[in-house]
């Protein structure tokens, strides 16, 4: 059998030129964020005014994005890096569905939200699905492996993202105080 190469690519309007700025990971390797495990008392909505809408819709017009680099290896989630870049003009970014969400705030408050998904984690078995095929298709996913980037729009006044993982509630901080 061959193996599956799986790409998943953002979508961004061709006349919109971004100038990004970059911040590595130190020695190449996972760059320092806060990750909190478990969930708290609804933490993912703390401080909205409103939910995001739904998949299919846009963001706000933003002039300001982070490219946010992730990692999911051995069941956890991990920050890479981020690239911070701009519009020359205000610009919406599509919304996807998925079990991640990069939440753009201020403070505790909800400004913005982008959600998504790794490649090959996203469950996609049916309810007629027979049980052994359910218990293959979990042990794959449990071996994921995975790298992805996220476009994350950054309404202004904006210093943090914080990434929630919805069916673990694990949580890494993003702080763009640094990241210029």
């Known amino acids: 059998m061959k193996p599956l190469l799986l790409v998943i690519l953002g979508t961004v309007a061709v006349e919109n030129r971004a100038v990004a700025k970059t911040i590595d990971a130190p020695d190449g390797g996972v760059a320092k964020a806060v990750e909190v495990t478990g969930k708290t008392s609804d933490s993912s909505t703390k401080g909205s005014v409103k939910p995001p809408p739904l998949a299919g819709s ?11 680099d992730l990692r999911f290896q051995g069941g956890k989630l991990l920050f890479v890096r981020v690239v911070r870049g701009t519009f020359p003009r205000p610009t919406t970014l599509r919304r996807y569905r998925g079990r991640f969400e ?79």
Do not use: M, W
């Open 102 to 180: 990069a939440q753009a705030r201020r403070g505790a408050q909800l400004l913005e939200a982008a959600r998504f998904d790794f490649p090959l984690l996203a469950e996609a078995e049916t309810d007629d699905v027979e049980a052994e095929a359910r218990k293959a298709a979990s042990s794959i996913r449990g071996a994921v492996n995975a790298n992805t980037t996220v476009r994350v729009p950054l309404p202004e006044g904006c210093d943090a993202i914080v990434v929630v993982d919805d069916k673990t509630g694990a949580q890494v901080v993003v702080d763009l105080k640094n990241a210029k």
């Open 58 to 68: 846009h963001s706000a017009p933003v002039r300001a994005y982070a490219d946010l």
